[in-house]
């Protein structure tokens, strides 16, 4: 079982700036990809960014493509999503997830961290 926290959001101006934490109670943090998803009022959840269980590997929807960076320290069993440039249509509730495995999906989440940009 691993339990997931967010925090971080709030209300930004558009333009700005804001970096979103996942901290994880995982005992092996690092055998989990991660990832950021985000659902806007009436909207789908959709995907935003993942990293692999080492970091080495990220990857980005196409929507936050050089703004978001998502990052992860294994020692401290946290992801981060930084998040620059931020744009009026990336108002929504953010979540980040762990996936156990490849071809698992994503089977751990949290409760979600709101982010609202004003323009």
């Known amino acids: 079982q691993v339990q997931l926290v967010e925090s971080g959001g709030g209300l930004v101006q558009a333009g700005g700036s804001l970096r979103l934490s996942c901290a994880a109670s995982a005992r092996t943090f690092s055998a989990y990809r991660m990832g950021w998803f985000r659902q806007a009022p009436g909207k789908d959840r959709e995907f935003v960014a993942a990293?692999?269980?080492?970091?080495?590997?990220?990857y980005y929807a196409d929507s936050v493509k050089g703004r978001f960076t998502i990052s992860r320290d294994n020692a401290k069993n946290t992801v981060w999503l930084q998040m620059n440039s931020v744009k009026a249509e990336d108002t929504a509730v953010y979540s980040c997830?762990?996936?156990?495995?490849?071809?698992?999906?994503?089977?751990?989440w949290g409760q979600g961290t709101q982010v609202t940009v004003s323009s």
């Open positions: 990293i692999s269980g080492s970091g080495g590997f990220t």
């Open positions: 997830a762990a996936q156990p495995g490849p071809g698992l999906g994503y089977e751990y």
